[in-house]
């Protein structure tokens, strides 16, 4: 953000030099010399004249030799003139004029980007997470234009999303909620989206993330573990309940994925700090026993879930393994055998990953009454996506399994399908 208002006070000054400095050394005593220069010429060239008629018979010696005096008496007077003039360098009314530019280009500049653009637009990364880069237009004209462009085709996302973040900006946080609730059910499998979702959620509520917030956060977690939005949110969510443990287990993940030596790393470094003292207040011995959890965690937690639970394993064809990059991403889903298509429990890694061993169960839900135990078979699904989109796309490498009932273990899916 510094080095933003950096670069606009040198583009700034850059152009009060271009504009300003012409019109302060466009002083009169240039312009005399310059009308003394022109005079002389213009006298040279009638001397000249007057020899030229002299040779060709025109001019008599005597009249000839009165005419060279006379232009002779007239440059005396034009030194004469130009020596007379006062040392003082005269006042020049360009000067007021580079003065008052040098004033109003600034002001100007300044009042136009607060009208037509985005102050925000550089705030700390931490409010924002790691959501998408599409912005958002200003002003209501703007968000006219996208609802309207919404409401002529409701599936397309880069539009919604646009429209999403425009309402906040706007402060409509309960238009930007609907938004989003349109968005999470077009893109259900992008943590960004549902972390987005949660901001917008907790402003509508009265700036709390009690409640529907969390559920929504708790789903960008499920997604992406490292969503920065995400674990944000969910330290944030902790401080706000009390639940100083959580917001310190997120936190210090979330500092884990910054620079050691950003902004926003010292930020969180701030919260946690803040977070250690509260719980270090808490009475009955937690304190101690809590951040002995944080700074040792136990080797392996227990596994959520119960019956629902599907365990195994994921390989890639070795015939496919160079169309692949260790980036890419590997979705890993549960969905119904019949039925719709949405993930009953989703997974996300990267070809790195590969062979994997996974689970799938019902904390991994993407809605409430869309989990593995509600239905009798389902089939799991394995994606690998160069645009990190769970949403099939032609390229995509894919495997799957037979329908399978829930609580099976040991399901072996093969990534050797090229989606067309």
């Not at 402060?171 to 930007?176: F, I, P, Q, V």
């Not at 902004?263 to 026993?289: F, N, T, Y």
């Amino acid at each position: 953000m510094t080095l933003f208002w950096i670069i606009c006070a040198a583009l700034i000054v850059i152009a009060i030099l271009f504009v300003a400095l012409p019109l302060w050394r466009g002083t009169a005593k240039n312009n005399d010399v310059v009308r003394d220069a022109a005079n002389l010429e213009i006298l040279r060239d009638q001397i000249n004249e007057m020899d030229v008629d002299l040779k060709n018979g025109l001019l008599t010696p005597e009249l000839h030799e009165q005419g060279k005096r006379e232009l002779q008496s007239r440059v005396l007077e034009e030194v004469s003139e130009s020596a007379a003039t006062p040392t003082a360098t005269p006042s020049n009314p360009y000067k007021r004029l580079a003065i008052v530019l040098s004033v109003l280009l600034p002001i100007m500049a300044g009042g136009l980007y607060t009208q037509v653009g985005n102050p925000n637009a550089f705030s700390d990364r931490m409010a924002h997470g790691d959501t998408s880069d599409i912005g958002a237009p200003h002003g209501e004209a703007g968000i006219a234009a996208l609802e309207i462009k919404v409401d002529a085709n409701p599936e397309d996302g880069e539009s919604l999303v646009m429209l999403a973040r425009a309402y906040m900006d706007a402060n409509r946080y309960s238009e930007s909620v609907q938004a989003f609730e349109k968005l999470s059910k077009l893109v259900p499998d992008e943590a960004w989206v549902w972390a987005d979702y949660a901001d917008a959620q907790a402003m509508a509520q009265g700036q709390t993330l009690k409640g529907k917030p969390t559920d929504l956060i708790n789903k960008a977690l499920a997604l992406d573990p490292d969503s920065m939005k995400g674990l944000a949110l969910a330290g944030s969510a902790g401080m706000e309940r009390g639940d100083f443990v959580s917001a310190i287990k997120h936190w210090e993940r979330l500092r884990s994925l910054l620079p050691a030596d950003s902004e926003d790393g010292k930020m969180i470094d701030s919260g946690l700090d803040e977070a250690r003292q509260m719980l270090s207040h808490i009475k009955g011995g937690k304190p101690p026993m809590a951040l002995e959890e944080i700074n040792n965690p136990p080797a392996k937690a227990a596994a959520v879930g119960g019956a629902e639970r599907i365990t195994g394993t994921v390989s890639l064809s070795p015939a496919l393994k160079g169309k692949v990059s260790p980036d890419d991403t590997v979705f890993v889903l549960a969905r119904a055998a019949e039925g719709p298509k949405m993930p009953l429990a989703i997974l996300r890694k990267q070809v790195r990953d590969l062979p994997l061993t996974f689970e799938l169960n019902d904390s991994m839900a993407m809605q409430p009454q869309m989990k593995l135990s509600a239905f009798d078979k389902v089939i799991v699904v394995s994606r690998i996506s160069k645009s990190g989109m769970a949403m099939p796309e032609a390229g995509d490498i894919q495997g799957m399994s037979q329908p399978l009932r829930p609580g099976t273990k040991g399901v072996n899916v093969k990534l050797d399908q090229i989606v067309n």
